[in-house]
């Protein structure tokens, strides 16, 4: 997975690292394999630093004000071909795994999704596409997108997993 280095105030007023390593709200994905997240933070209106707040975090969709950052990790599509893969299983794991989230994804078109976010994503590792109905761009390591609250999915037509580092911003408006 990913490694998150947190820092904040020590007792002495000093600067210090208080968290170095994997993100508490990691999971790999068991009806889907291959695909991870991480919730790497998250913040409330106003931001402020705080106590570690992944793990009691309610929707994967920010409020108007608030953020969340998150690495994800797309299979390669040959995982959703396979006969033994379970959609339905896949899809009850999501739901309990990223409420709010999952709920926005569009049943007759697998993948597709509208946030009310403005989303700034940077690929890490592996090749992605990002599917804007039809209209497609192609992105690999080290290529950023701004995402701004449209309807969209992404798709890994490689044989390599392709892992995506995002921060969704909470923009208001009808998902």
């Known amino acids: 997975m990913v490694r998150r280095v947190v820092t904040g105030i020590g007792p002495s007023g000093k600067p210090v690292i208080v968290s170095d390593g994997e993100p508490p709200v990691t999971r790999q994905y068991t009806h889907t394999p291959g695909f991870a997240r991480s919730l790497v933070w998250n913040t409330t209106a106003p931001a402020a630093p705080s106590a570690d707040p992944t793990e009691s975090l309610k929707s994967y969709v920010p409020a108007p004000g608030e953020t969340i950052a998150l690495t994800v990790t797309f299979p390669p599509a040959g ?97």
């Open 79 to 175: 995982v959703y071909a396979d006969p033994s893969w379970d959609p339905a299983a896949a899809g009850a794991e999501q739901l309990a795994a990223t409420p709010g989230l999952a709920e926005l994804f569009e049943i007759d078109n697998p993948g597709m999704h509208t946030t009310p976010t403005v989303d700034y994503g940077v690929v890490l590792s592996g090749e992605i596409v990002l599917d804007l109905d039809g209209e497609v761009a192609t992105l690999g390591p080290g290529d950023l997108v701004v995402q701004n609250g449209t309807r969209h999915a992404w798709r890994n037509g490689g044989t390599e997993p392709a892992t995506v580092f995002f921060v969704l911003m909470g923009a208001g408006g009808p998902a």
